[in-house]
């Protein structure tokens, strides 16, 4: 059994790894549907309200909430799988907070992995998606919602994750990477370094 944890600020690439999973048979938890949801329970449009809804659910119940309410869809992708059989990825860390609290619940065989990408390009990735509004428009930027993903302490969750997968090439090169990760063949270390 593993439990790999995806930790990255927006455009770098976590979706796309969560993709490159699911064609693997790989079981994905996205933590951030529990987010979408929250949005809908509450009359809201997740489009618009996504970032103001995971504060709040964090200030509500503090900051684990997102985490907690994650872990138990993945224990059911788990025990879907067979005791002690596959892998679950969990898309969308956003501390060390929630890190450490997987790595209590499943052990050694939780592994958090950074996936990373220059500003600039992740910038284009987002406007691409036509999600990176700008101040003028009354929409949140990527440079503030990056602000507000370190406030959660993401800074501290890239820094300590276990693999880093950098983003900076093309996307067949960072499909590989995420393959090769998540089938075991190897991994590659927080300097970018392959073992």
């Known amino acids: 059994m593993r439990v790999i944890g995806t930790v990255g600020l927006a455009g770098s690439g976590?979706?796309?790894?969560?993709?490159?999973?699911r064609e693997?048979?790989?079981?994905?938890?996205?933590?951030?549907?529990?987010?979408?949801?929250?949005?809908?329970?509450?009359?809201?449009?997740?489009?618009?309200?996504?970032?103001?809804?995971?504060?709040?659910?964090?200030?509500?119940?503090?900051?684990?909430?997102?985490?907690?309410?994650?872990?138990?869809?993945?224990?059911?992708?788990?025990?879907?799988r067979g005791e002690g059989e596959g892998i679950v990825l969990v898309d969308g860390l956003r501390s060390g907070e929630e890190a450490e609290r997987f790595a209590e619940r499943f052990g050694t065989d939780f592994v958090l992995v950074a996936v990373t990408a220059p500003f600039e390009e992740r910038r284009e990735r987002v406007s691409d998606r036509g999600r990176d509004a700008t101040a003028d428009e009354g929409g949140e930027s990527l440079a503030e919602r990056d602000e507000r993903e370190f406030g959660f302490g993401m800074g501290e969750a890239i820094e300590d994750a276990d693999v880093t997968i950098e983003n900076d090439g093309g996307l067949a090169e960072f499909r590989e990477r995420v393959r090769a990760v998540l089938v075991g063949e190897r991994a590659v270390d927080r300097e970018g370094i392959e073992q």
Do not use: N, Y
């Open 14 to 21: 976590k979706g796309e790894a969560a993709a490159v999973a």
């Open 24 to 80: 693997l048979g790989i079981p994905v938890v996205t933590m951030g549907d529990v987010i979408r949801e929250e949005c809908r329970r509450r009359g809201l449009d997740p489009a618009d309200h996504h970032g103001e809804v995971a504060q709040a659910l964090r200030e509500e119940e503090g900051s684990l909430a997102i985490a907690e309410r994650s872990l138990p869809m993945v224990e059911d992708a788990l025990e879907e």
